[in-house]
């Protein structure tokens, strides 16, 4: 029998308690990448700010594995039909032939305007992923202290080589370091070329001095530098800094390139014939893309280390009592 409780929803003017499905939901990160959102940005002029540090890649089997994660993929663009659309991670990946590449390239070198208009619907893309901390985020506070996964391109790559070099201050730095590493800013703004808008990275910057880990206390709302002695991480607090690294809600490897399933390559074969014209997009076939399908008419394609004192160690580990 229902209680009194339930009958006052029921029949006491309770209802509008429960209507949740009409609230909008905020966007709520589910995948577990830091994502920089240009909407947010409280001075367009200015663009987007924040402050991260690289983080080494520490596997759930407790073993140290590649900084970053290397993918190569296609967003095809096809307005109508849409079920046409979708990313696709390339062969390239696997040091295998890419059928996608090859549709490209076969496109726009052709002599065929129309077939080279269409190849714009082909985008390339290649990303690296590497476990980050979020340090400063006005826009996004909700993200400050935790260890997320940070997606960028050749820009930012380029930057982490140039440090690795000793390019910008004339000492080399490994930014992935837990012991001498450096924070990172980011600096976004939105350009705009033609019809389309990127945001650019090109200002984003590695502070100059090198630094340990700043771990994040919660509780108290700050962070605090790890120890160092001798060059490298205190021993007792090197148990403390592995478990912060595996707070996080998902995993580097998530996000390596997989081969296509068979449903993904009968779709490749439909993007090809359509885009070529060689065939209307049939959503219920079982056929494979071949060679044949690519052929088209007319083809040619200094800071100085950081190290801390008998206090600052003091300080750091009493948070860990």
Request: glycine residues 6%; charged residues 30%.
């Amino acid at each position: 029998m229902a209680n009194l409780n339930e009958m006052d929803d029921l029949f006491g003017g309770n209802l509008d308690s429960k209507m949740d499905f009409l609230n909008e939901k905020k966007n709520v990160n589910s995948d577990g990448i830091y994502r920089i959102d240009l909407t947010k940005a409280k001075d367009k002029k200015k663009g987007y700010k924040s402050v991260i540090r690289f983080l080494p890649n520490l596997t759930k089997e407790g073993k140290v594995g590649q900084a970053a994660i290397e993918k190569i993929a296609h967003y095809v663009d096809i307005k109508n039909p849409k079920e046409l659309s979708g990313w696709f991670d390339s062969a390239k990946n696997f040091n295998e032939k890419c059928a996608l590449t090859d549709l490209y390239y076969s496109m726009v070198n052709s002599k065929n305007a129309i077939l080279q208009e269409k190849a714009k619907c082909l985008k390339y893309t290649k990303k690296y992923y590497s476990y980050c901390l979020v340090l400063e985020d006005e826009q996004q506070p909700e993200h400050v202290g935790k260890v997320m996964i940070f997606q960028y391109g050749k820009t930012i790559k380029d930057k982490i080589a140039a440090e690795r070099n000793g390019e910008i201050t004339g000492v080399p730095c490994n930014v992935f370091d837990l012991s001498q590493g450096k924070d990172f800013v980011i600096l976004v703004k939105e350009i705009s070329t033609g019809d389309e808008s990127y945001p650019d990275y090109k200002n984003s910057m590695f502070r100059p001095e090198m630094t340990s880990l700043p771990i994040y206390f919660e509780e108290k709302g700050e962070f605090k530098n790890v120890p160092v002695v001798d060059g490298k991480v205190d021993a007792k607090a090197q148990q403390k800094v592995k478990d912060f690294l595996m707070k996080r809600d998902h995993d580097l490897e998530e996000f390596a390139p997989k081969k296509l399933t068979e449903e993904q390559q009968v779709k490749v074969n439909q993007i090809s014939g359509y885009l070529t014209g060689k065939s209307t997009p049939s959503f219920n076939t079982n056929n494979s893309p071949s060679s044949d399908d690519f052929e088209l008419e007319g083809a040619v394609s200094s800071g100085t280390a950081m190290t801390s004192t008998s206090a600052d160690e003091d300080d750091f580990f009493s948070d860990f009592d």
